[in-house]
């Protein structure tokens, strides 16, 4: 029957859920959203009360919704960071996940119905900043990245095999690049803009005449594979693709309009990738 606890009840089931707090923050949010209405709001009335009287640097900061439902549970440790954890107050389940450290924020999305997790988005100090979207089954189908220079790319992946399918770069000085990954991630094919609005193509195999060369330089021994890729055209205008070592993952991407060593002033469209 709702409603039956007595005082004393009360106060040991809040007692005993503050124990389970300092553990768990989601146990704590599930326990209480299994109780009837009635107890439940009564013990979360019992839980602030105990919070205010007898402050605890073991329990996290704790908020509730009015039916007695946890709504959020904030944590910081010895460092300044902080953990701030958001549920929902339908399920009980965890809606959102934030971190704040010295540099950066990260927000975590997730489900109320199934916890899975939806979207992931990260700001670093320096001012460059993250967004992905995620499928059920738990792969990566967008990525939206920004870094501190202003560069943006928009990678889209498939949401079956969670690999890359394809890259759109602006970079700031309006140039662009989109690039083409086949079924195993390799680059298949480039499309490119440089600042003056020229426009290049290139597609792995093609005989095209306007692509000068095409140098894929090894990984030092040991390893094997490529450690990068250069694509240069027939006016100097040239890509160059580093990957993660033992790896096809593209972690650095620059193009520049010339190919002419120790000339100053050369421009380069230049994003790192994480």
């Not at 954890?85 to 997730?110: F, I, P």
């Not at 670093?124 to 939206?144: I, K, L, P």
């Amino acid at each position: 029957m709702c409603g039956r606890l007595t005082e004393a009840e009360i106060g040991k089931e809040a007692a005993r859920l503050e124990q389970v707090a300092v553990r768990s923050e989601g146990a704590l949010a599930q326990q209480l959203h299994e109780m009837c209405p009635e107890d439940r709001l009564a013990v979360a009335k019992r839980m602030v009360w105990d919070q205010q009287q007898h402050p605890s640097t073991s329990l996290p900061k704790i908020e509730f919704y009015d039916d007695g439902d946890l709504k959020s549970a904030e944590r910081k440790d010895a460092d300044g960071d902080v953990e701030c954890r958001v549920y929902d107050d339908h399920t009980g389940r965890l809606v959102v996940r934030e971190l704040k450290d010295k540099d950066s924020w990260q927000r975590y999305q997730h489900d109320p119905r199934t916890g899975k997790l939806t979207a992931y988005d990260r700001v670093n100090d320096d001012g460059s900043r993250e967004h992905s979207e995620f499928a059920d089954n738990g792969n990566r189908t967008v990525m939206v990245r920004t870094d501190a220079k202003g560069n943006e790319e928009t990678v889209t992946f498939d949401p079956a095999t969670g690999k890359e399918v394809a890259s759109d770069i602006k970079f700031k000085d309006k140039s662009t690049l989109h690039i083409v990954f086949d079924l195993d991630g390799s680059v298949k094919e480039l499309d490119c803009k440089d600042r003056a609005g020229n426009v290049y193509h290139w597609k792995r195999d093609s005989q095209d005449k306007r692509v000068a060369s095409v140098t894929d330089i090894p990984n030092p021994y040991p390893m094997t594979g490529v450690d990068a890729r250069e694509i240069k055209f027939a006016n100097g205008f040239r890509v160059h693709l580093d990957f993660a070592p033992s790896s096809t993952y593209i972690w650095k991407i620059f193009t520049s309009d010339r190919d002419v060593k120790g000339v100053k002033n050369v421009n380069i469209s230049y994003i790192t990738r994480r």
